[in-house]
C-alpha cells in the first residue's frame, strides 16, 4: 500500500503557514539586495551604471508585483468545493467507464430507479464521495488536508496553504511562470557580487550587505532551477488537458476523453481573451460563454469511446 502523506493533515497546515512566511522572508531579503544594496543607490551615478539600474529596478519590481498579484490569487481564491446537495444532470447520466471514476462510487439514489453502485452500466460517470457525502462533478476529488471534494483538483500545495483547482490552477501557473522570471532576474542581476567575491576583489560593502546579497542570489537561483522544472512538467499537463493527479491515475488509458488539442486545452485554462492570459483573472466574456471554467462540466473529444469492461 502507497504512504499517504496527506494523512498528517495538520502538520501540512502547520507547514503551510511557514511557507508562507518563509516566501515573504526571502522577498524581504531580495528586495533588501537587489534595491536598497546595490541597483538604488546606482541611480544617483549617472550615465551607463544609472540606465542599467533603471531597466533592472524596473524589471524587478513589475515582476514582484506579478509574483505577489499572482501568489496572493492562488492562496486567497477558493479553488472551487462542489456545492451542498449538488446532483449530476440528467442528460449527464449516460455512462462513463473511465478509470478515473471507477473507484468512487457510492450508494447514494438518485432517483426512484436509479443509483450510483458498480456495475450500473447506465451510471458509471456518475460518482459519489463517502467521506464528503455527496456527488462529485466530472474530474473532482477528495483533499485530505482540505477535508473537502476540489473541483478539477490538481494537488494541495503546502508553498500556498491552499488545494490547486479548477478556480485558482491558472493563478498558480502564472505564479510560476513570474517567479521562474524574477528569481532568474535577481540572480542575474547579482552574480556579478559573487564573481567579485570569489575573484578576490575588493568590495565596499558591510558583512550584512554582503550576506543579505548571498542568501538572494543561492535562493533565487534554486528558485529559478526548481520552478523550471515545475512549470514545465504543467506546461505539458496544460498541453494534454489533464492535472498531476490525472495523470497519474490515467496513465492505462490510452487515449484521454479530455484532450481537445492542444489550443483548446490551453483555453480551458486561460481563457480566449489574449489580454488576459498573464494577468491572475477573467474576463466576464470567457467567464459567462466558457462553463468549464467554473469547474462543473467540460467537453470530451468526439473521437473517446469508453474502455471496454472486462
Not at 481564491?77 to 471507477?102: I, M, Q
Amino acid at each position: 500500500m502507497a504512504w499517504n502523506v496527506f494523512k498528517f493533515c495538520t502538520a501540512l497546515r502547520a507547514l503551510g503557514s511557514i511557507m508562507i512566511v518563509f516566501v515573504l522572508g526571502i522577498i524581504g531579503v531580495t528586495y533588501y539586495a537587489v534595491v536598497v544594496a546595490h541597483y538604488g543607490p546606482s541611480l544617483f551615478l549617472g550615465g551607463f551604471d544609472m540606465l542599467s539600474a533603471i531597466l533592472v529596478l524596473f524589471l524587478f519590481h513589475f515582476l514582484l508585483f506579478m509574483v505577489l498579484w499572482s501568489y496572493s490569487s492562488v492562496v486567497l481564491t477558493d479553488p472551487g468545493g462542489v456545492p451542498p446537495n449538488w446532483r449530476p444532470l440528467r442528460d449527464e447520466e449516460k455512462g462513463d467507464a473511465d478509470p478515473l471514476v471507477g473507484s468512487s462510487y457510492g450508494s447514494a439514489e438518485l432517483g426512484s430507479t436509479q443509483s450510483a453502485i458498480p456495475g450500473d452500466s447506465k451510471n458509471q460517470g456518475i460518482r459519489f464521495c463517502q467521506k464528503c457525502n455527496q456527488f462529485k462533478p466530472p474530474r473532482t476529488h477528495h483533499c485530505s488536508v482540505c477535508k473537502r471534494c476540489i473541483l478539477k483538483m490538481d494537488h494541495h500545495c503546502v508553498w500556498v496553504v491552499n488545494c490547486v483547482g479548477a478556480l485558482n490552477y491558472k493563478y498558480f501557473l502564472l505564479f510560476l511562470f513570474y517567479t521562474f522570471l524574477g528569481a532568474t532576474l535577481v540572480s542575474l542581476s547579482l552574480l556579478w557580487v559573487f564573481m567579485e567575491f570569489f575573484n578576490d576583489s575588493e568590495i565596499a560593502e558591510t558583512p550584512g550587505t554582503l550576506a543579505a546579497t548571498f542568501i538572494a542570489f543561492v535562493f533565487n537561483i534554486a528558485f529559478a532551477l526548481s520552478v523550471l522544472g515545475f512549470l514545465i512538467m504543467h506546461i505539458t499537463l496544460v498541453r494534454a488537458n489533464t492535472t498531476t493527479i490525472e495523470a497519474y491515475e490515467k496513465k492505462i488509458t490510452p487515449k484521454w476523453r479530455y484532450d481537445l488539442g492542444w489550443k483548446k486545452n490551453f483555453e480551458q485554462v486561460f481563457g480566449t481573451e489574449k489580454k488576459f492570459w498573464f494577468i491572475p483573472a477573467y474576463s466576464e466574456n470567457d467567464l459567462r460563454r466558457m462553463p468549464f471554467l467554473q469547474g462543473f462540466e467540460y467537453p470530451t473529444r468526439p473521437d473517446w469511446e469508453p474502455p471496454l469492461q472486462h
